[in-house]
């Protein structure tokens, strides 16, 4: 089992920057692949970023890609994510999900948080 809890949301202005950060409950993290979706009001839940268990491969949603990047510190048992150039339409409830296999685009993790939100205004 695994408990996941993020912080870091807020309101920012467009161009601006903010990190999350997922703190994850549990020893067995470090074997856990990471990822970042976000729910945007009456749109469906997407794939934002996901990261490896050792952290040696990462992917993006084309839509971030170049903007947001994906880091984990497993002696932390804390996976962030590094929002920069924001814009409004990166504005959406950012929730944080652990597998013990592969988390990209296209999957559903077994472990989610309970989100945190991200409002970017123009």
């Known amino acids: 089992q695994v408990q996941l809890v993020e912080s870091g949301g807020g309101l920012v202005q467009a161009g601006g920057s903010l990190r999350l950060s997922c703190a994850a409950s549990g020893r067995t993290f470090s074997s856990y692949a990471m990822g970042w979706f976000r729910q945007a009001p009456g749109k469906e839940r997407e794939f934002v970023a996901a990261?490896?268990?050792?952290?040696?491969?990462?992917y993006y949603a084309d839509s971030v890609k170049g903007r947001f990047t994906i880091s984990r510190d497993n002696a932390k048992n804390t996976v962030y994510l590094q929002m920069n150039s924001l814009k409004p339409e990166d504005t959406a409830v950012y929730y944080c999900a652990a597998d013990p296999g592969t988390v990209v685009a296209g999957t559903y993790p077994a472990y989610w948080g309970q989100g945190t939100q991200v409002t970017v205004s123009s």
């Open positions: 990261i490896s268990w050792s952290g040696g491969s990462t």
